[in-house]
């Protein structure tokens, strides 16, 4: 069964919480590269030794929203096909959670860093936006 996709101009909110997305990583960047400056950690050293905690704390915030980037981005775009409005507001619910996330870590108390878990919520709702995507293209749901 073939199905014609059409994306509306709504789609719009989608780009936009993409470009916003861009911003989040070159602060978390600036910020990891100014603890670089702080704590003398040259490149390519990922993590200091002697150990500096709160330089590890802070290069870690930036990593891991760097190792979820790529899965964010795929359900932004394709959810946001079908559901633009929902998409976008689920991805600027995730980027607003990993400022949180990394204010949080860059306190030096790894814990602080669950304040941000609320992005899941985001993450989510796109899976499951991109979920009722691709059984729609599939025809076992009606369109």
């Given at each position: 069964?073939?199905?014609s996709v059409t994306i509306s101009g709504d789609y719009g909110y989608v780009i936009l919480v993409f470009c916003s997305s861009w911003f989040l990583l070159n602060w978390l960047e600036s910020r990891t590269f100014q603890a670089?400056?702080?704590?003398?950690?040259?490149?390519p050293k990922m993590y200091t030794e002697p150990y500096s905690h709160v330089f590890n704390c802070i290069q870690?915030?930036?990593?891991?929203?760097l190792e979820g980037y790529p899965?964010?981005?795929?359900?932004l775009f394709l959810g946001g096909i079908l559901y633009?409005?929902?998409?976008?507001?689920?991805?600027?619910?995730?980027?607003a959670s990993r400022v949180v996330y990394a204010l949080?870590?860059?306190?030096?108390?790894?814990?602080?860093?669950r304040f941000?878990?609320?992005?899941?919520?985001?993450?989510?709702?796109?899976l499951v936006i991109n979920v009722i995507f691709a059984l729609?293209?599939?025809?076992?749901?009606?369109?």
């Open positions: 069964m073939d199905m670089r400056r702080r704590y003398e950690v040259p490149y870690r915030a930036h990593q891991n929203t899965m964010f981005l795929v359900l633009p409005k929902l998409s976008a507001a689920s991805g600027a619910l995730w980027i949080g870590y860059y306190t030096g108390d790894p814990e602080r860093r941000g878990a609320f992005g899941y919520i985001g993450l989510l709702t796109m729609k293209l599939l025809g076992i749901v009606a369109q």
